[in-house]
């Protein structure tokens, strides 16, 4: 899907332009065809479950998305932004930038030391919880899996690590870590893919020694129904593109979903 990239460190969300798309001046945003924008992590998380549920990542089922809420929730409670008090009342780049957001706010020493005790706290507290566990919140990898792994690498930016004693912790992330989850049906997600973008942007799965990657590939210039703006570098992905488009993009099918799916299905496993 298309994507423009916002510039975090030379402040381009709190240009009057971004400001117009997302005035809280964070990122990502989600937005659609019709106008409207999304700006919380776990509302876009939502949208995208909802157009491509397979592979679950928010949990099968009442209980079990319950379940998979409430984890999500408790580690980012608990861990991330207990992380992000410590990290961004000490880092000397963010001072006076104590809070995300369009509003300036001294740093506190006193929370960045808080958030390191209670950092610790979350280790042993989520290390208990994975003993005898392969996951956090459910019998399947969620996003609950997702978060905890992605707080514990947060913790670096503080300078702590998960400590010695905590070794179901330490073995669940790097579990977490191998998680490789490719669509049950390649076939299928490809489809459902076309039908999410228009035929703009879209990937393909392919297997190359055993592992899956992700290739993007120009089917028209047609516009999208969506585009993400998110802070993240997007890295090569419009290398990527050209050199997918390069080798075949030429021929495509101009028209049919079908036929599309099934052409580069073809190029893509040979």
């Known amino acids: 899907m298309p994507t423009v990239q916002v510039d975090l460190r030379s402040g381009e969300q709190f240009t009057p332009e971004f400001r117009a798309i997302n005035p809280e001046c964070t990122v990502p945003v989600l937005e659609f065809d019709d106008g409207g924008r999304i700006a919380e992590v776990i509302a876009i998380c939502l949208y995208f479950e909802l157009i491509h549920p397979e592979p679950a990542l928010m949990g099968v089922g009442a209980q079990d998305r319950a379940n998979v809420a409430d984890w999500?929730?408790?580690i980012e409670r608990q861990g991330f932004w207990t992380i992000a008090d410590a990290f961004?009342?000490?880092?000397?780049?963010l001072m006076g930038r104590a809070l995300p957001g369009p509003d300036d706010y001294e740093q506190i020493p006193a929370l960045a030391e808080r958030g390191r005790a209670r950092t610790t706290r979350f280790f042993e507290m989520l290390d208990r919880h994975l003993a005898g566990r392969q996951f956090v919140a459910s019998e399947r990898y969620t996003i609950a899996d997702i978060l905890a792994l992605v707080t514990v690498n947060f913790a670096s930016r503080i300078n702590l690590a998960i400590p010695e004693d905590c070794s179901h912790l330490d073995a669940g992330t790097r579990a977490f870590r191998r998680v490789r989850a490719p669509p049950p049906n390649r076939r299928f997600h490809i489809r459902s893919a076309f039908r999410c973008v228009?035929?703009?942007c879209?990937?393909?799965w392919r297997p190359t020694n055993g592992h899956v990657r992700r290739q993007w590939v120009d089917w028209s210039?047609?516009?999208?129904?969506f585009v993400i703006i998110s802070g993240c570098s997007s890295g090569s992905k419009s290398a990527r593109l050209r050199r997918v488009t390069g080798r075949f993009g030429a021929s495509v099918p101009k028209v049919g979903v079908e036929e599309r799916a099934d052409f580069v299905l073809r190029k893509l496993e040979t």
């Open 72 to 74: 999500h929730h408790r």
């Open 88 to 93: 961004r009342n000490s880092a000397p780049g």
């Open 198 to 200: 228009r035929g703009t």
């Open 202 to 204: 879209s990937f393909a």
């Open 221 to 225: 210039s047609s516009v999208g129904r």
